[in-house]
């Protein structure tokens, strides 16, 4: 005798749409690229070029993961959403930190020192700019990137020695002369000349009540082509460490790198933190500033102080006639006989 179950009609299995299979591969080939970016951030695999420049874009991608999320979300592609969902974390605790100030910013018993960076592209940078900034803020300390016979001349002419009267000063035709300038006494320590041509002014700085203080005005070759990127990780792999038991060090000036850089994380995993980011500043774009260029901003140029220095404030400002604004931070430095 046939059973009750034996004589139910079979169901016909529902089919699926070709439609609902489309927006499927759809949603995934919207979210993968961002799968492969949050990785690629992650772990710091962006060697070579094009990634080296693209990466430095990775707050922009952060937030446009959004889109295929909620493009999974409302679509009921569980895991693509999943998976959408997990990228966007991934590249949000990249990117956020760098919005929110430290709870210890630091030291706060020694001399305060203001200090400014302006790459002067080609030495072209407006002199009166540059004086005008240092006389607003009561600037101690200049570090120049893309500093030209010519320039050094019209600074001079524009009163800036006669506000920062010490300087150790390599200009040279191009993109890769360098200056320190400096209220204080300074000793002139050299240039370093990386094998890609681009240097760094040195100088040993003598600040009333602090520990002595080593400052390097720093410019990397820009990863600007496939043929440079191997000169860009040369040479900020190059960027001296910082001595905890010796001078305080101060990197400043255009490392070419954002904080999304590999290179750039392991120059600060040398004993060192990044002004900018330390109170929050992070998202400030110095690069680029022309009228000519229709890029989004990213934060090439930084202030980069050993441990064992307080950070204040950190603020960009605008430089006619330069590709980046200048970059002013207030600075603690610890007490020291000096």
């Known amino acids: 005798m046939a059973t009750t179950e034996d004589t139910l009609p079979l169901l016909p299995e529902k089919p699926v749409k070709p439609r609902r299979r489309w927006w499927t591969v759809v949603v995934w ?6 799968v ?6 992650t772990f710091g695999l962006e060697g070579g070029f094009p990634a080296v ?13 959004l889109v295929p999320l909620l493009v999974a979300v409302l679509t009921k592609r569980l895991w693509p959403a999943l998976v959408a969902a997990l990228a966007t974390i991934a590249l949000a605790a990249c990117v956020l ?3 929110i100030a430290d709870s210890s910013p630091g030291p706060d018993g020694g001399p305060a020192i203001r200090v400014l960076s302006v790459n002067m592209l080609v030495g072209g940078a407006d002199p009166a700019t540059i004086v ?67 240097g760094q002014a040195q100088a040993g700085v003598r600040v009333p009540g602090a520990t002595e203080i080593r400052v390097e005005s720093v410019h990397t070759c820009a990863p600007a082509a496939a043929s440079q990127s191997a000169c860009w ?15 305080v060090s101060l990197l400043i000036g255009d490392f070419n790198a954002t904080l999304d850089h590999e290179g750039f994380r392991s120059v600060l995993a040398k004993g060192y933190r990044d002004a900018a980011d330390v109170v929050g500043a992070g998202f400030e774009a110095s690069w680029p500033f022309d009228e000519r260029w229709f890029i989004p901003g990213v934060t090439l140029d930084h202030v980069v102080a050993d441990k064992r220095v307080g950070v204040r404030t950190v603020t960009v400002h605008r430089m006619p006639n330069s590709d980046h604004k200048a970059v002013y931070a ?6 020291g006989a000096a």
């Open 29 to 34: 080939l919207a979210v993968v690229p961002f």
């Open 132 to 198: 005008g900034l240092i006389k607003k803020f009561g600037v101690d300390l200049v570090a120049l990137q893309e500093y030209t016979p010519e320039a050094k001349d019209a600074l001079r002419s524009a009163g800036l020695e006669d506000v920062l009267p010490n300087v150790v000063s390599y200009p040279r035709p191009g993109v890769t002369g360098s200056a320190v300038y400096s209220r204080f006494p300074v000793t002139d320590l050299g240039y370093r000349l990386f094998e890609s041509g681009f």
């Open 53 to 65: 420049q693209l990466i430095a874009f990775t707050p922009y991608v952060a937030a446009a993961s």
């Open 233 to 247: 990780e040369r040479d900020i792999a190059q960027e001296p460490a910082a001595t905890p038991d010796g001078a």
């Open 36 to 41: 492969v970016w949050a990785a690629t951030r």
């Open 330 to 335: 207030e600075l603690v430095l610890p007490k």
């Open 97 to 99: 930190p760098r919005w």
